[in-house]
Every structure is written in structure tokens, then in C-alpha cells.
């Protein structure tokens, strides 16, 4: 059964805001959906999300190994864009995570308690 949890947090990530809209987990993966705004006329390094559980006995499972998307943009010159709504990523799990064991989310860095919304 996937379990939405209360979102709106904002996120600064170098020259990447980003305010979260909806976030979606599940025994098996979780979904993060958001507006992204770059703060500067270009981005010149890579930019990539970062995403980890921490589980109610300590433990940390880490996004890095089981990610479907990645949720890159391009190193380079990237021009700066209206905000947007988009998906920005999806994790599958490498094995089942009951969601009453989930403590937060931890998304580029940053710990998100989780408060079910439905």
C-alpha cells in the first residue's frame, strides 16, 4: 500500500532550490515529486538528488545503489528556467521496507520527518 506524507519542505542544494509537493512511499520504493528552481543564470556542475531512509532502529538504507532515476541535470551551461512542477525521483528498493519501520527520508542532505496524510 503506498502512504502519502505531509510535504512543502524547502531544499538548497548549491544553486538548486527545492520546495517538495508530494511525497509517496511505499513497501517497495518511494516517489518524490516537486518544484525545482535554479537560482543562478546557469548551473556548471552536475547536480544530482541524493536520497536515503532512516529506518526506527537506526539503520540508513542508501538511494545510491537502487535508484531508477537518477535525477541528474546536465554538467554544463543550463540557463535559468522558470519553476517548475516535475517527478523528480523514484527509488525501487532492493528488498522490502515496511513503511511503519521508516522513521524520514533524508533528501539531499536533509532529514524529513514523515507525517502520514492519508
Do not use: H
Not at 506524507?5 to 520504493?29: F, H, K, N, W
Not at 554538467?75 to 528488498?95: E, I, S
Not at 522490502?96 to 520527518?113: A, F, H, K, L, N
Amino acid at each position: 500500500m503506498t502512504i502519502e506524507y505531509a510535504a512543502g519542505q524547502t531544499i538548497q542544494s548549491g544553486d538548486m532550490q527545492t520546495e517538495l509537493t508530494q511525497i509517496l512511499l511505499s513497501p517497495i520504493g518511494c516517489t518524490i515529486q516537486g518544484q525545482r528552481s535554479l537560482l543562478t543564470d546557469t548551473l556548471s556542475e552536475q547536480y544530482q538528488t541524493s536520497f536515503q531512509l532512516k529506518l526506527k532502529n537506526g539503520a540508513i538504507w542508501d538511494g545510491k545503489l537502487s535508484r531508477s532515476n537518477n535525477g541528474y541535470l546536465e554538467a554544463g551551461t543550463l540557463k535559468q528556467y522558470v519553476d517548475r512542477d516535475c517527478t523528480f525521483n523514484c527509488w525501487l528498493f532492493d528488498r522490502i521496507i515496511p513503511t511503519e519501520d521508516v522513521q524520514s527520508i533524508i533528501y539531499d542532505g536533509v532529514e524529513i520527518s514523515l507525517e502520514r496524510i492519508s
